[in-house]
């Protein structure tokens, strides 16, 4: 079994940055492709990045293109999304997700999920 556990999340205001974290309780953590999604109040869950086993490939939405940062330390069990120039439109709750092997960006392929944390962005 994965358990992913986020953490980081909080209220800033827009321009801030924020780092949020996930630690994964598996035995071979660089087996997983890992992703970052959001779901905003009323809406769906969305992607917002990914990133291979071994970190040499990464995805993101256009809407945080340029933005965020995701990022892993296989020999931490870690997970990263580094969050510069946030928006109100970034509001949501944030979740960590684990994907054997595959890296994809398509939140019904991850079978693995953390329990999400909160960001809050004022205006």
């Known amino acids: 079994q994965v358990q992913l556990e986020e953490s980081g999340g909080g209220l800033v205001q827009a321009g801030d940055s924020l780092r949020l974290s996930c630690v994964a309780s598996v035995g071979r953590f660089s087996f997983y492709a890992m992703g970052w999604f959001r779901r905003a109040p009323g809406k769906e869950r969305e992607f917002v990045a990914a990133?291979?086993?071994?970190?040499?490939?990464?995805y993101y939405a256009d809407s945080v293109k340029g933005r965020f940062t995701i990022s892993r330390d296989n020999d931490k069990n870690m997970l990263y999304l580094q969050m510069n120039s946030l928006k109100p439109e970034d509001t949501a709750e944030y979740y960590c997700?684990?994907?054997?092997?595959?890296?994809?960006?398509?939140?019904?392929?991850?079978?693995?999920w953390g329990q999400g944390t909160q960001v809050t962005v004022s205006s």
């Open positions: 997700a684990a994907n054997y092997w595959s890296l994809v960006r398509t939140a019904s392929a991850f079978p693995y």
């Open positions: 990133i291979s086993g071994g970190g040499d490939k990464t």
